[in-house]
């Protein structure tokens, strides 16, 4: 089946510091990545929608200037957080769409990546 | 604009006895899909069932089934004869639109599921 990978699993960075977290399509195409952010006991918060060659649409609230996604190929999006802040800290989780998959599901996840910012 | 409401913040349920997580639903589409998701401690997001909004009759997956009440804008997740290993946090999920996976899907707050001995 389909198979995201993302790295990396788990980061610890210096406040100020950027990070970059990558989601790759193993097996598929994907045309659509959606970012998730999850704070320790809450739900999934979309933050943005990314397609292939275009720019990602954010979410209201999400401020694009600190949380730079780039989808500049069919098996690789990027998340990069800018100038990392303790409040930054969070589970960060991929989700792709494959352009061929004819099921109604059609979402494939990430295994998540845990940030922390000291 | 849709959203997902789950009301139980944690659940608790004995080992081999069937539990019911709850979750409503709210959309202007005609053109919907309903998902459930167990996300372990690990953190990843494990798919377990979907209902289309034209489905007429209830998914089921093994253990899973979901309770689809339309009029009610309801879609409870039924887990038959519960394991220690159903232990997780549970997310019911909605996608405008029914066609593959290009929308956006949103995420209730969540139920967390405790199984005893």
């Known amino acids: 089946g389909a198979v995201v990978s993302q790295h990396p699993s788990w980061v610890i960075c210096k406040s100020g510091t950027s990070v970059k977290i990558e989601c790759r399509s193993l097996d598929f195409q994907a045309t659509t990545m959606f970012w998730y952010r999850q704070f320790p006991k809450q739900s999934l918060m979309l933050m943005a929608t990314s397609n292939e060659g275009s720019k990602a649409t954010y979410e209201q609230g999400v401020e694009k200037d600190k949380f730079l996604i780039n989808h500049a190929s069919l098996t690789l999006s990027t998340l990069t957080v800018t100038s990392a802040h303790p409040e930054d800290s969070s589970f960060y989780i991929c989700?792709?769409?494959?352009?061929?998959?004819?099921?109604?599901?059609?979402?494939?996840f990430g295994s998540g990546t845990r940030l922390t910012v000291v | 604009a849709q959203k997902i409401t789950q009301t139980q913040p944690g659940m608790f349920v004995q080992e081999k006895e069937a539990v019911t997580l709850d979750c409503t639903y709210d959309t202007s589409d005609q053109s919907y899909g309903l998902f459930w998701y167990k996300q372990p401690s690990s953190g990843e997001m494990i798919f377990l069932i979907y209902q289309g909004s034209y489905d007429e009759q209830n998914a089921t997956e093994g253990r899973y089934s979901l309770n689809f009440q339309k009029a009610r804008k309801s879609a409870n997740l039924v887990i038959s004869a519960s394991q220690l290993g159903d232990s997780a946090m549970y997310f019911c999920?909605?996608?405008?639109?029914?066609?593959?996976?290009?929308?956006?899907?949103?995420f209730g707050a969540g139920t967390r599921l405790a199984v005893h001995p």
């Open positions: 999920a909605m996608r405008e639109g029914l066609g593959g996976g290009y929308n956006k899907l949103i």
């Open positions: 989700s792709a769409t494959d352009r061929a998959d004819g099921t109604v599901y059609g979402y494939t």
